[in-house]
Every structure is written in structure tokens, then in C-alpha cells.
């Protein structure tokens, strides 16, 4: 049972405008959420993340967006850069524990 | 060389074979995770570690066997591997509790393992 879900597997964005990953989840434990990105042949890196007691966190061109009531988040990346282009996973930690639950990715493409 | 790494990183091995995926970390974070990602499925954990000699299963333990004797070690082993395990598998790490940043995960680059 897949708790954490990013229904888009892909998304095409031209260069300069703005890219949006959404997520949802069905676990109303998790009270941490991370975004992911990962290059082929990489592993996943790190990019931005929120705790369940904020509803907005903006690092650069990166703002994650919680809304706890719809069980949902969005990455927003303005503006979108051809070195944006990549997998992006969405994940999210229960209360008490240590590990996370991945969604499947998104895969973003950016036109330049 | 500081950081997550992971050997091999590519293997190729025959049904029946046992193999061991090795991970090492030099930040000495408690936990260490590891994942196997398949199209459609993205990213399951399969086992996970909290400190030396405490492991823990995943959502997919089944077929694998770990250990974790010193803290910057987490090797991975099938004991018996089958074409379902064909997949690349990633290694984590994080501080844990008490770090400004306790649950974000550090990947290693991989190891793409297929079983013939």
C-alpha cells in the first residue's frame, strides 16, 4: 500500500517558468516531509524538506508548500533550469521513527 | 574519501548465487538504510539500521540478510538471489536524533545488480 503517491510520472516545463511536484499522503502520522532529486546513475541527493508544524519553507528557487488538511505538498522551482531536469521523489517520516516512505518520482523535464 | 559509498557498483550474478552489496559511511550517523528502487515502485526500504547490532526490516525484507558489526558499515547480502531482485540498490545514512537535521537521508551512488 503505497502512503506516499506522486500521480504525475512526468512533467515537461519550459526554461524560466515554473515547475510544480505535487504529493500526497495517506498516513496522518508523518509529520516530516523531504523532497528528493536524482540524476541517472546517481543516488538521490537531498533538496529541501518541512515540518508538519509549517506550511511553506523556500530555500532559493526551491518552496515546498504543506497543506495537512489535504494530506498534500507541492515542490515549486521557479525558474525551472535545464539542470532542474531529473527525478524528483517526495517523501515523508512517521512520528517516532527514523526511516522514510518514497513516492514513485516524478520525472521533470525543462525545455530549454 | 568523506562521505556515502557503495561497492560494486555494478554486479551481475546467476540465480542461486549468494552476493553482498557493501556500504560505508564516514560521518559515523547512526542510521543506515538500505533501499531498492524498480520502475513503478520507486524507492522500498528493505532494511534499516539504528546503531551497530541493532537492524531492523523494512517493507521488503524478504531474500536479504544484514549486519551491521561496525558503524560505518552496512553490508547487504542475498543469500540466494533470484531475477526479482534485479535492481539498483541504494545505501543511506542519517544523524538521527539530536542533529539539526536528524532525518534527512545521504545516498550512496548505487549498485545496479542483475540476475541472470
Known amino acids: 500500500d503505497q502512503q506516499v503517491k506522486q500521480n504525475s510520472p512526468s512533467l515537461s516545463v519550459q526554461e524560466g517558468r515554473i515547475s510544480i511536484l505535487n504529493c500526497d499522503y495517506t498516513n496522518s502520522m508523518f509529520d516530516y516531509f523531504l523532497w528528493y532529486k536524482k540524476y541517472p546513475a546517481e543516488g538521490p541527493t537531498f533538496l529541501i524538506s518541512?515540518?508538519?508544524?509549517?506550511d511553506k519553507n523556500e530555500d532559493g528557487r526551491f518552496t515546498v508548500f504543506l497543506n495537512k488538511s489535504a494530506k498534500h505538498l507541492s515542490l515549486h522551482i521557479v525558474p525551472s533550469q535545464p539542470g532542474d531536469s531529473a527525478v524528483y521523489f517526495c517523501?515523508?517520516?512517521?512520528?517516532?521513527?527514523?526511516?522514510?516512505?518514497f513516492g514513485t518520482g516524478t520525472r521533470l523535464t525543462v525545455i530549454p | 574519501d568523506a562521505g556515502i559509498t557503495q561497492s560494486p557498483r555494478y554486479k551481475i550474478t546467476e540465480t542461486g548465487r549468494q552476493v553482498t552489496l557493501m556500504c560505508h559511511q564516514t560521518w559515523s550517523h547512526s542510521y543506515m538504510f538500505w533501499y531498492r528502487q524498480d520502475l513503478g515502485h520507486g524507492l522500498r526500504l528493505i532494511y534499516y539500521s539504528a546503531a551497530a547490532d541493532i537492524t531492523d526490516k523494512g517493507e521488503v525484507p524478504d531474500g536479504y540478510v544484514v549486519s551491521r558489526s561496525k558503524t560505518e558499515n552496512f553490508p547487504l547480502t542475498l543469500e540466494s538471489a533470484t531475477r526479482s531482485q534485479t535492481s539498483v540498490y541504494f545505501c543511506a545514512s542519517s544523524a538521527g536524533t539530536g542533529d539539526p537535521r536528524p532525518y534527512e537521508q545521504y545516498f550512496g551512488p548505487g549498485t545496479r545488480l542483475t540476475v541472470t
Open positions: 518541512i515540518s508538519s508544524i509549517k
Open positions: 517523501a515523508a517520516r512517521r512520528t517516532g521513527a527514523n526511516n522514510l516512505f
